[in-house]
């Protein structure tokens, strides 16, 4: 049987880390197990609302509906039924909760070796413009920096320079007439 109360976090190890395709094959594999409540009773109604009812509220009307039968029946469930919901919805709201986490670190690794690639690139810039200095490498290196150059949005001079202007033409020929203001 396995120990689902236990709270320890195992330890990563480098060897067992998962490559991207493998994450993406778990969490579809995953996503495909999760079992989605019918919401049919509930389409027709604003959700937002249901969702968001206080869980005090949804306590009492539990009891109420193990308390009462009329009540059982008008709902078409029972006490116990309604409070294994209640405990079930209470326990994805945990596994909810550690996805955003799971979520959050992922999304600041990508930036991470986004912000990695990124100082990769602009040191390789900087590097072959100085190599490019020394003629005896210059040939090896101008058309790799050349490239970057044409593709380097960073270092790109805003559209407003001087030689891209239309010269001014000059003061107008043609006259308006002028406009009647009655």
Request: aromatic share 2%; net charge positive.
């Amino acid at each position: 049987m396995v120990d689902t109360n236990n709270t320890t976090t195992p330890t990563a190890d480098p060897a067992t880390f998962v490559t991207p395709d493998e994450a993406v094959q778990i969490l579809r594999a995953l996503q495909a197990r999760i079992q989605t409540p019918d919401d049919s009773r509930v389409a027709h109604m604003k959700s937002a609302t249901l969702a968001n009812v206080d869980p005090h509220f949804i306590t009492a009307s539990i009891n109420a509906i193990g308390a009462i039968e009329a009540v059982q029946a008008a709902v078409g469930r029972t006490g116990d039924d309604a409070r294994q919901d209640a405990e079930t919805a209470s326990r994805w709201t945990a596994f909810t909760d550690e996805l955003r986490t799971m979520l959050a670190a992922a999304v600041s690794s990508d930036r991470t070796r986004r912000r990695n690639l990124g100082l990769t690139a602009l040191q390789t810039y900087s590097i072959c413009k100085q190599l490019n200095r020394d003629k005896t490498r210059s040939a090896q290196v101008a058309a790799h920096l050349q490239e970057m150059k044409r593709l380097n949005k960073l270092g790109a001079k805003s559209g407003k320079s001087s030689s891209s202007k239309p010269p001014n033409p000059g003061p107008s020929t043609t006259s308006t007439p002028p406009v009647n203001a009655s």
